[in-house]
C-alpha cells in the first residue's frame, strides 16, 4: 500500500457513518473487516498512532481505542518502540468459559456482524444423552436447534442446541440469539457447566466450516441451569480453533 492508497483507505468516509456509533467503534469494525477479508495483510504494519489520527480525521484517544481493541481481539500484536502489526497466523477470537454469554451478543460486543443459518429445527424424541442431562421421562420430546454460526461472513461454529419443550414450545422462534428468546419468555439460564474437548471434524462439518476433513478443532458440551437448579439447555458445538481461544481465570486458593 503505497502513500496514496493508504491516504485514501483510512479516509473517513469510507467507514464513518453519523448516528452508527462512536467513532472509535466504527474505526474498530472497519479495520477488522479489513483484516478479516485480506485488505490489510498479515504483518501489514499500521500507520503510527499520531499519523492514523490524522489520515483517518480523528483523535488520537480515538486511535488508541480502537487499536487496543484490535490488540484484544487478536488482530494486531503490539510491539513496543515498533508500533502495531497485523497478527500472522489470523485474527482470533477470545471467549471467556467463565461467562455466560450467547454468540451473538459476543460478537456484537466485539464490533463485530454475526448471522446464524438454520440447519434443522423442531421437536424429536430425545438422545440418551439429552435424556439424562437434561432429566427428561420416558415419552418426553426434545426442542432442538442446529445452526451454522458466522461472523462478518466467516463460517466459524456450528452448534446444536437442545431443551426442553416447556421451555422452548416453538423452535422456529429461533433465529440468531436463542438466549433473547428465553430472556422473553422469563427461562434465561443464570450459570453453566462447559467442558471442552478436542475433537477432529467429521465430513459433513469440515463442509460446512470450509476446513479440510479430520481437521482439530474445538467441541464445547454446555449444560445451563435455572436459578433452581434446574437444567434447561444442552448445547454441543464446535469451534474453528484457528480463531477461537477459550481462556479461563483461576485463583490460588487459601490453605
Known sequence: MDGSEKTG????????????????RQLHRYLAKAIRDGRLEEGTQLPPERELADLADVSRVTVRRAVAQ?????????????????RRGGPRLE????????????????????SSQVLGRGLFMPTPDETTVLGLSSGDQVARVERLRTTDGTPIALERSSLPVDILPDPDLVETSLYAILRSSGSAPNRAI??????????????????????????IDRTAYLASGRPIEFTRGVYRSDIYDFVTEVRLEGP
Open 9 to 24: 483507505f483510512f479516509a473517513p468516509e469510507h467507514w464513518f457513518r453519523k448516528g452508527q456509533g462512536p467513532r472509535y
Open 70 to 86: 484490535l490488540a484484544s481481539d487478536g488482530m494486531i500484536d503490539q510491539r513496543r518502540g515498533s508500533g502495531s502489526f497485523v
Open 95 to 114: 471467549q471467556s468459559l467463565s461467562t455466560l454469554i450467547s454468540f451473538t451478543e459476543l460478537m456484537q460486543a466485539r464490533g463485530m456482524t454475526p
Open 194 to 219: 462447559q467442558r471442552v474437548t478436542a475433537v477432529n471434524l467429521t465430513p459433513r462439518e469440515a463442509k460446512m466450516l470450509a476446513l479440510p476433513e479430520a481437521t482439530a478443532v474445538l467441541q
